[in-house]
Nanobody, 127 residues
């Protein structure tokens, strides 16, 4: 099991940038594929981005491609989500998630496959 703590959320204007961080502790986080999900009020949780345990593979939701970048620093046990050109529709609580991975290439955009979740950080984008 790995414990996850998100940070970096806040209130910004449309077009601004934010960088979210997800600090992992517990079992070796470099053995885990990681993902970012978000949930807006009244909506279901949705996939945002995922990264393999090596950092070599990534995948994004179509709605954020070209604007968001997921990365990781295994030496710091931290995963990042760089969010540029933010839009009001990006407003949501953002969650970090982890799933144990047996290889350097595995990623998944399916929330139910993740076993560990953080508490979330609020991102609000005003128009």
């Amino acid at each position: 099991q790995v414990q996850l703590v998100e940070s970096g959320g806040g209130l910004v204007q449309a077009g601004d940038s934010l960088r979210l961080s997800c600090a992992a502790s517990g079992r070796t986080s470099s053995s885990y594929a990681m993902g970012w999900f978000r949930q807006a009020p009244g909506k279901e949780r949705e996939f945002v981005a995922t990264i393999s345990r090596s950092g070599g593979n990534t995948d994004y939701a179509d709605s954020v491609k070209g604007r968001f970048t997921i990365s990781r620093d295994n030496g710091k046990n931290t995963v990042y989500l760089q969010m540029n050109s933010l839009k009001p529709e990006d407003t949501a609580v953002y969650y970090c998630a982890a799933v144990f991975s047996g290889n350097d290439f595995y990623t998944t955009n399916l929330g139910f496959q993740y076993t560990d979740w953080g508490q979330g950080t609020q991102v609000t984008v005003s128009s």
